[in-house]
């Protein structure tokens, strides 16, 4: 994190709240992944934070992008990537969408219906376009029976429909795609997921006739968002999927693909907001501040959840809501005093629910000091809707070295 002198350095140019991303800890983060799981191949999930200057940081490291739009496909192409290197997962895409891009990515078909319009794409274009399926499995990533999903095709039916299969003349199926939960931080629960996939990949080969090019085990790789999780053991991720490599690689020539997620840039991350009124309501110490969830939206999302579901402790809905205590609150210059209060924090908008944080315990602060939200790096500006009650713009920075 900065220091107090450089973030208000910042703050007294720009006047407005803000995100400052740490690129030392971007490439700390995405070395960490290369050097513990040579083996595989990672995607850098543009979704989480499409900032320039983070892909540029990525990509130039050997990330591919896991792109869910026409415009990160766009994006991920401008920094040069190939379209190799480039896989394009979505549900509910358009034809006009897939035509626009069939050529710039590896597109993963989400359904049925996809593959109808791939096809056609390809027939159109005279030639035989390669794409992968996602694929929804027949378990989850606990190991239970599998569920009902708007993602993917549902494993069954890849069995059941082989003739709908064989009937597509213009499209190959050259690799697949499983995705069931972010944010897992058991080595032994991403093993035997990444087993289970596997699995299902040499099955896909054996009884569908595919030659499979690359195998997407989608994402899942969490990180400790404060002293209530343990850090994902990749050492241990590692030593789970030799147990089953040689066998498997016998069977598999495919590329092996993993989604970093929010790995590389959730702790790089911190938002910053100014301290703007300081009230008390019936015996309760109120902050207000500037742009909670129209400018940093999970803290509130958070509390909202709180405020909900009683019995909240377990539950996620991911990118929205990780869990109650994933983001910690500080007063810029003030860490190290002792003298504490515990307040509430709510940000500016005509709604109750832009609280940020309740009963948080902090310094003392004063209107015009600025609070520091960190874990702020990933599913943050660019999840937030920050044109909600048109307030002056959040600002990002990148700060290198």
């Known amino acids: 994190m900065r220091t107090a002198k450089e973030v208000y350095q910042i703050y007294d140019q720009c006047k407005c709240s803000f995100y400052i991303y740490e690129e030392e800890i971007v490439k700390k983060q995405a070395e960490t992944l290369k050097q513990a799981l040579p083996e595989f191949e990672f995607l850098y999930s543009v979704k989480c934070n499409p900032m320039e200057e983070i892909l540029e940081t990525v990509f130039t490291r050997g990330f591919g992008a896991d792109a869910a739009s026409v415009q990160e496909v766009k994006l991920a192409g401008e920094k040069g990537l190939s379209r190799e290197k480039i896989l394009f997962s979505a549900p509910g895409r358009s034809y006009e969408e897939l035509r626009e891009v069939c050529e710039d990515a590896l597109i993963i078909a989400d359904s049925f219906h996809e593959l109808e319009l791939l096809e056609k794409i390809a027939e159109e274009k005279g030639r035989v376009l390669e794409t992968g399926v996602r694929i929804n499995p027949d378990y989850t990533m606990g190991g239970a029976k599998g569920v009902s999903s708007k993602f993917g095709m549902d494993e069954e039916l890849i069995w059941e429909r082989r003739g709908f299969f064989d009937s597509l003349k213009h499209i190959q199926i050259t690799g697949i795609h499983v995705h069931l939960q972010s944010q897992v931080l058991s080595a032994d629960v991403l093993s035997a997921y990444y087993r289970k996939v596997a699995e299902l990949a040499v099955r896909c080969q054996k009884e569908m006739g595919w030659e499979l090019k690359f195998l997407n085990f989608g994402g899942g790789l969490g990180i400790p968002y404060g002293p209530q999780d343990s850090p994902l053991d990749l050492e ?37 907001t100014p301290i703007v009124d300081r009230k008390e309501s019936r015996g309760r110490k109120l902050l207000i501040v500037k742009n909670t969830l129209n400018g940093f939206l999970r803290p509130s999302m958070a509390e909202i959840v709180k405020d909900c579901r009683k019995d909240g402790e377990g539950f996620t809905c991911e990118p929205f809501y990780t869990g109650e205590n994933a983001f910690d609150f500080r007063v810029v210059g003030k860490e190290g005093e002792t003298e504490k209060e515990t307040v509430d924090i709510y940000g500016s908008l005509c709604t109750a629910a832009d609280a940020m944080k309740k009963e948080a315990v902090l310094p003392k602060s004063e209107i015009g000091d600025l609070l520091a939200v960190t874990n702020a790096g990933s599913y943050g500006y660019s999840l937030s809707p920050l044109r909600f009650s048109s307030p002056k713009a959040v600002r990002e920075f990148y700060w290198h070295g």
Not at 237 to 266: D, H, M, P
């Open 236 to 272: 241990e991720v590692l030593k789970g999927w030799k147990k089953l490599g040689e066998k498997i690689r016998k069977q598999l020539s495919a590329r092996l693909i993993l989604e970093s997620g929010r790995f590389l840039v959730c702790q790089a991350g911190t938002y910053y």
